[in-house]
């Protein structure tokens, strides 16, 4: 499902409310350094047709029309949120597209939160890591705790390291949500003991302020995958709830 729009919306999200969403991406294309096998914009390959990334006047332009336009209409926002067809932080404008953003809910919807959902692979980047601290919801992806499932799951085009994602997501003192696919597949089962303890330990390790675990809700370009229930879910993470983990779970 591509977002043919830089600001799309609202909508309603099971995780943020009525959210209103910005795609940096190409608006006709897809560009992220994952390829997952369940992503609802599809395959990367079939998104190659539009490579254009908005700039952040352009950004600017598009949010300032729609926040004016949805408050003249009554239209509540929960949420702006940074999602699109692909991965956000590879916009080179990110950075300034935040603060821009900021100043925008400031003056429209000062009650909405700015939520960032990121694969968190360019927090290498101080001015990232900087902009996302900025942000009321920065939501960062671990589908998987070894190299071995995140190529399976995730497939990064180019060099992936969980380890490395593990040090730079300290960087955020456990200010963030960590959001985590669950799934299973030909292969693979995100709830296997060792893949589902391993996992466990990286949340105790970082201790962010909440766990967001959620499952396949659309169409997914990968054939065979199946999703998990919430109850199955929550069955999962008790011992993380059990100790006082505020832990999300969307079926």
């Known amino acids: 499902m591509m977002r043919e729009e830089i600001v799309f919306g609202p909508i309603f999200s099971r995780r943020l409310g009525r959210s209103l969403g910005i795609n940096l991406l190409p608006e006709k294309g897809k560009i992220c350094n994952f390829d997952c096998i369940y992503c609802e914009c599809g395959w990367n390959k079939d998104g190659l047709g539009d490579t254009h ?71 290498h980047k101080k001015s990232v890591v900087d902009a996302l601290k900025k942000v009321d ?70 201790r962010p302020r909440e766990v967001m675990v959620y499952t396949i809700a659309r169409e997914t370009p ?6 998990f229930t919430e109850e199955e879910m929550r069955s999962l993470v008790k011992p993380l709830i059990d100790e006082g983990f505020t832990v999300q779970i969307k079926g």
Not at 222 to 227: D, E
């Open 53 to 123: 990334l908005p700039s952040a006047a352009e950004l600017e332009s598009a949010l300032e029309a729609k926040l004016a336009a949805c408050k003249e209409a009554g239209t509540p926002i929960d949420s702006i949120t940074f999602s699109g067809d692909g991965e956000p932080t590879l916009n080179p404008d990110f950075p300034e597209i935040i603060d821009i953003t900021l100043r925008l809910r400031d003056t429209y919807y000062p009650q909405a939160k700015v939520s960032v959902l990121s694969n968190a692979t360019m927090l």
């Open 137 to 206: 919801n920065p939501i960062l992806k671990l589908d998987a705790a070894t190299d071995g499932l995140v190529r399976v799951i995730n497939q990064p085009q180019g060099r992936y390291s969980v380890q490395e994602v593990v040090r730079n997501l300290k960087q955020f003192n456990g200010d963030f949500v960590l959001q985590t696919m669950f799934l299973k597949a030909p292969g693979f089962d995100s709830s296997a003991p060792e893949q589902l303890d391993a996992w466990m330990d990286i949340v105790r390790d970082l």
């Open 222 to 227: 990968a054939s065979g995958l199946k999703k």
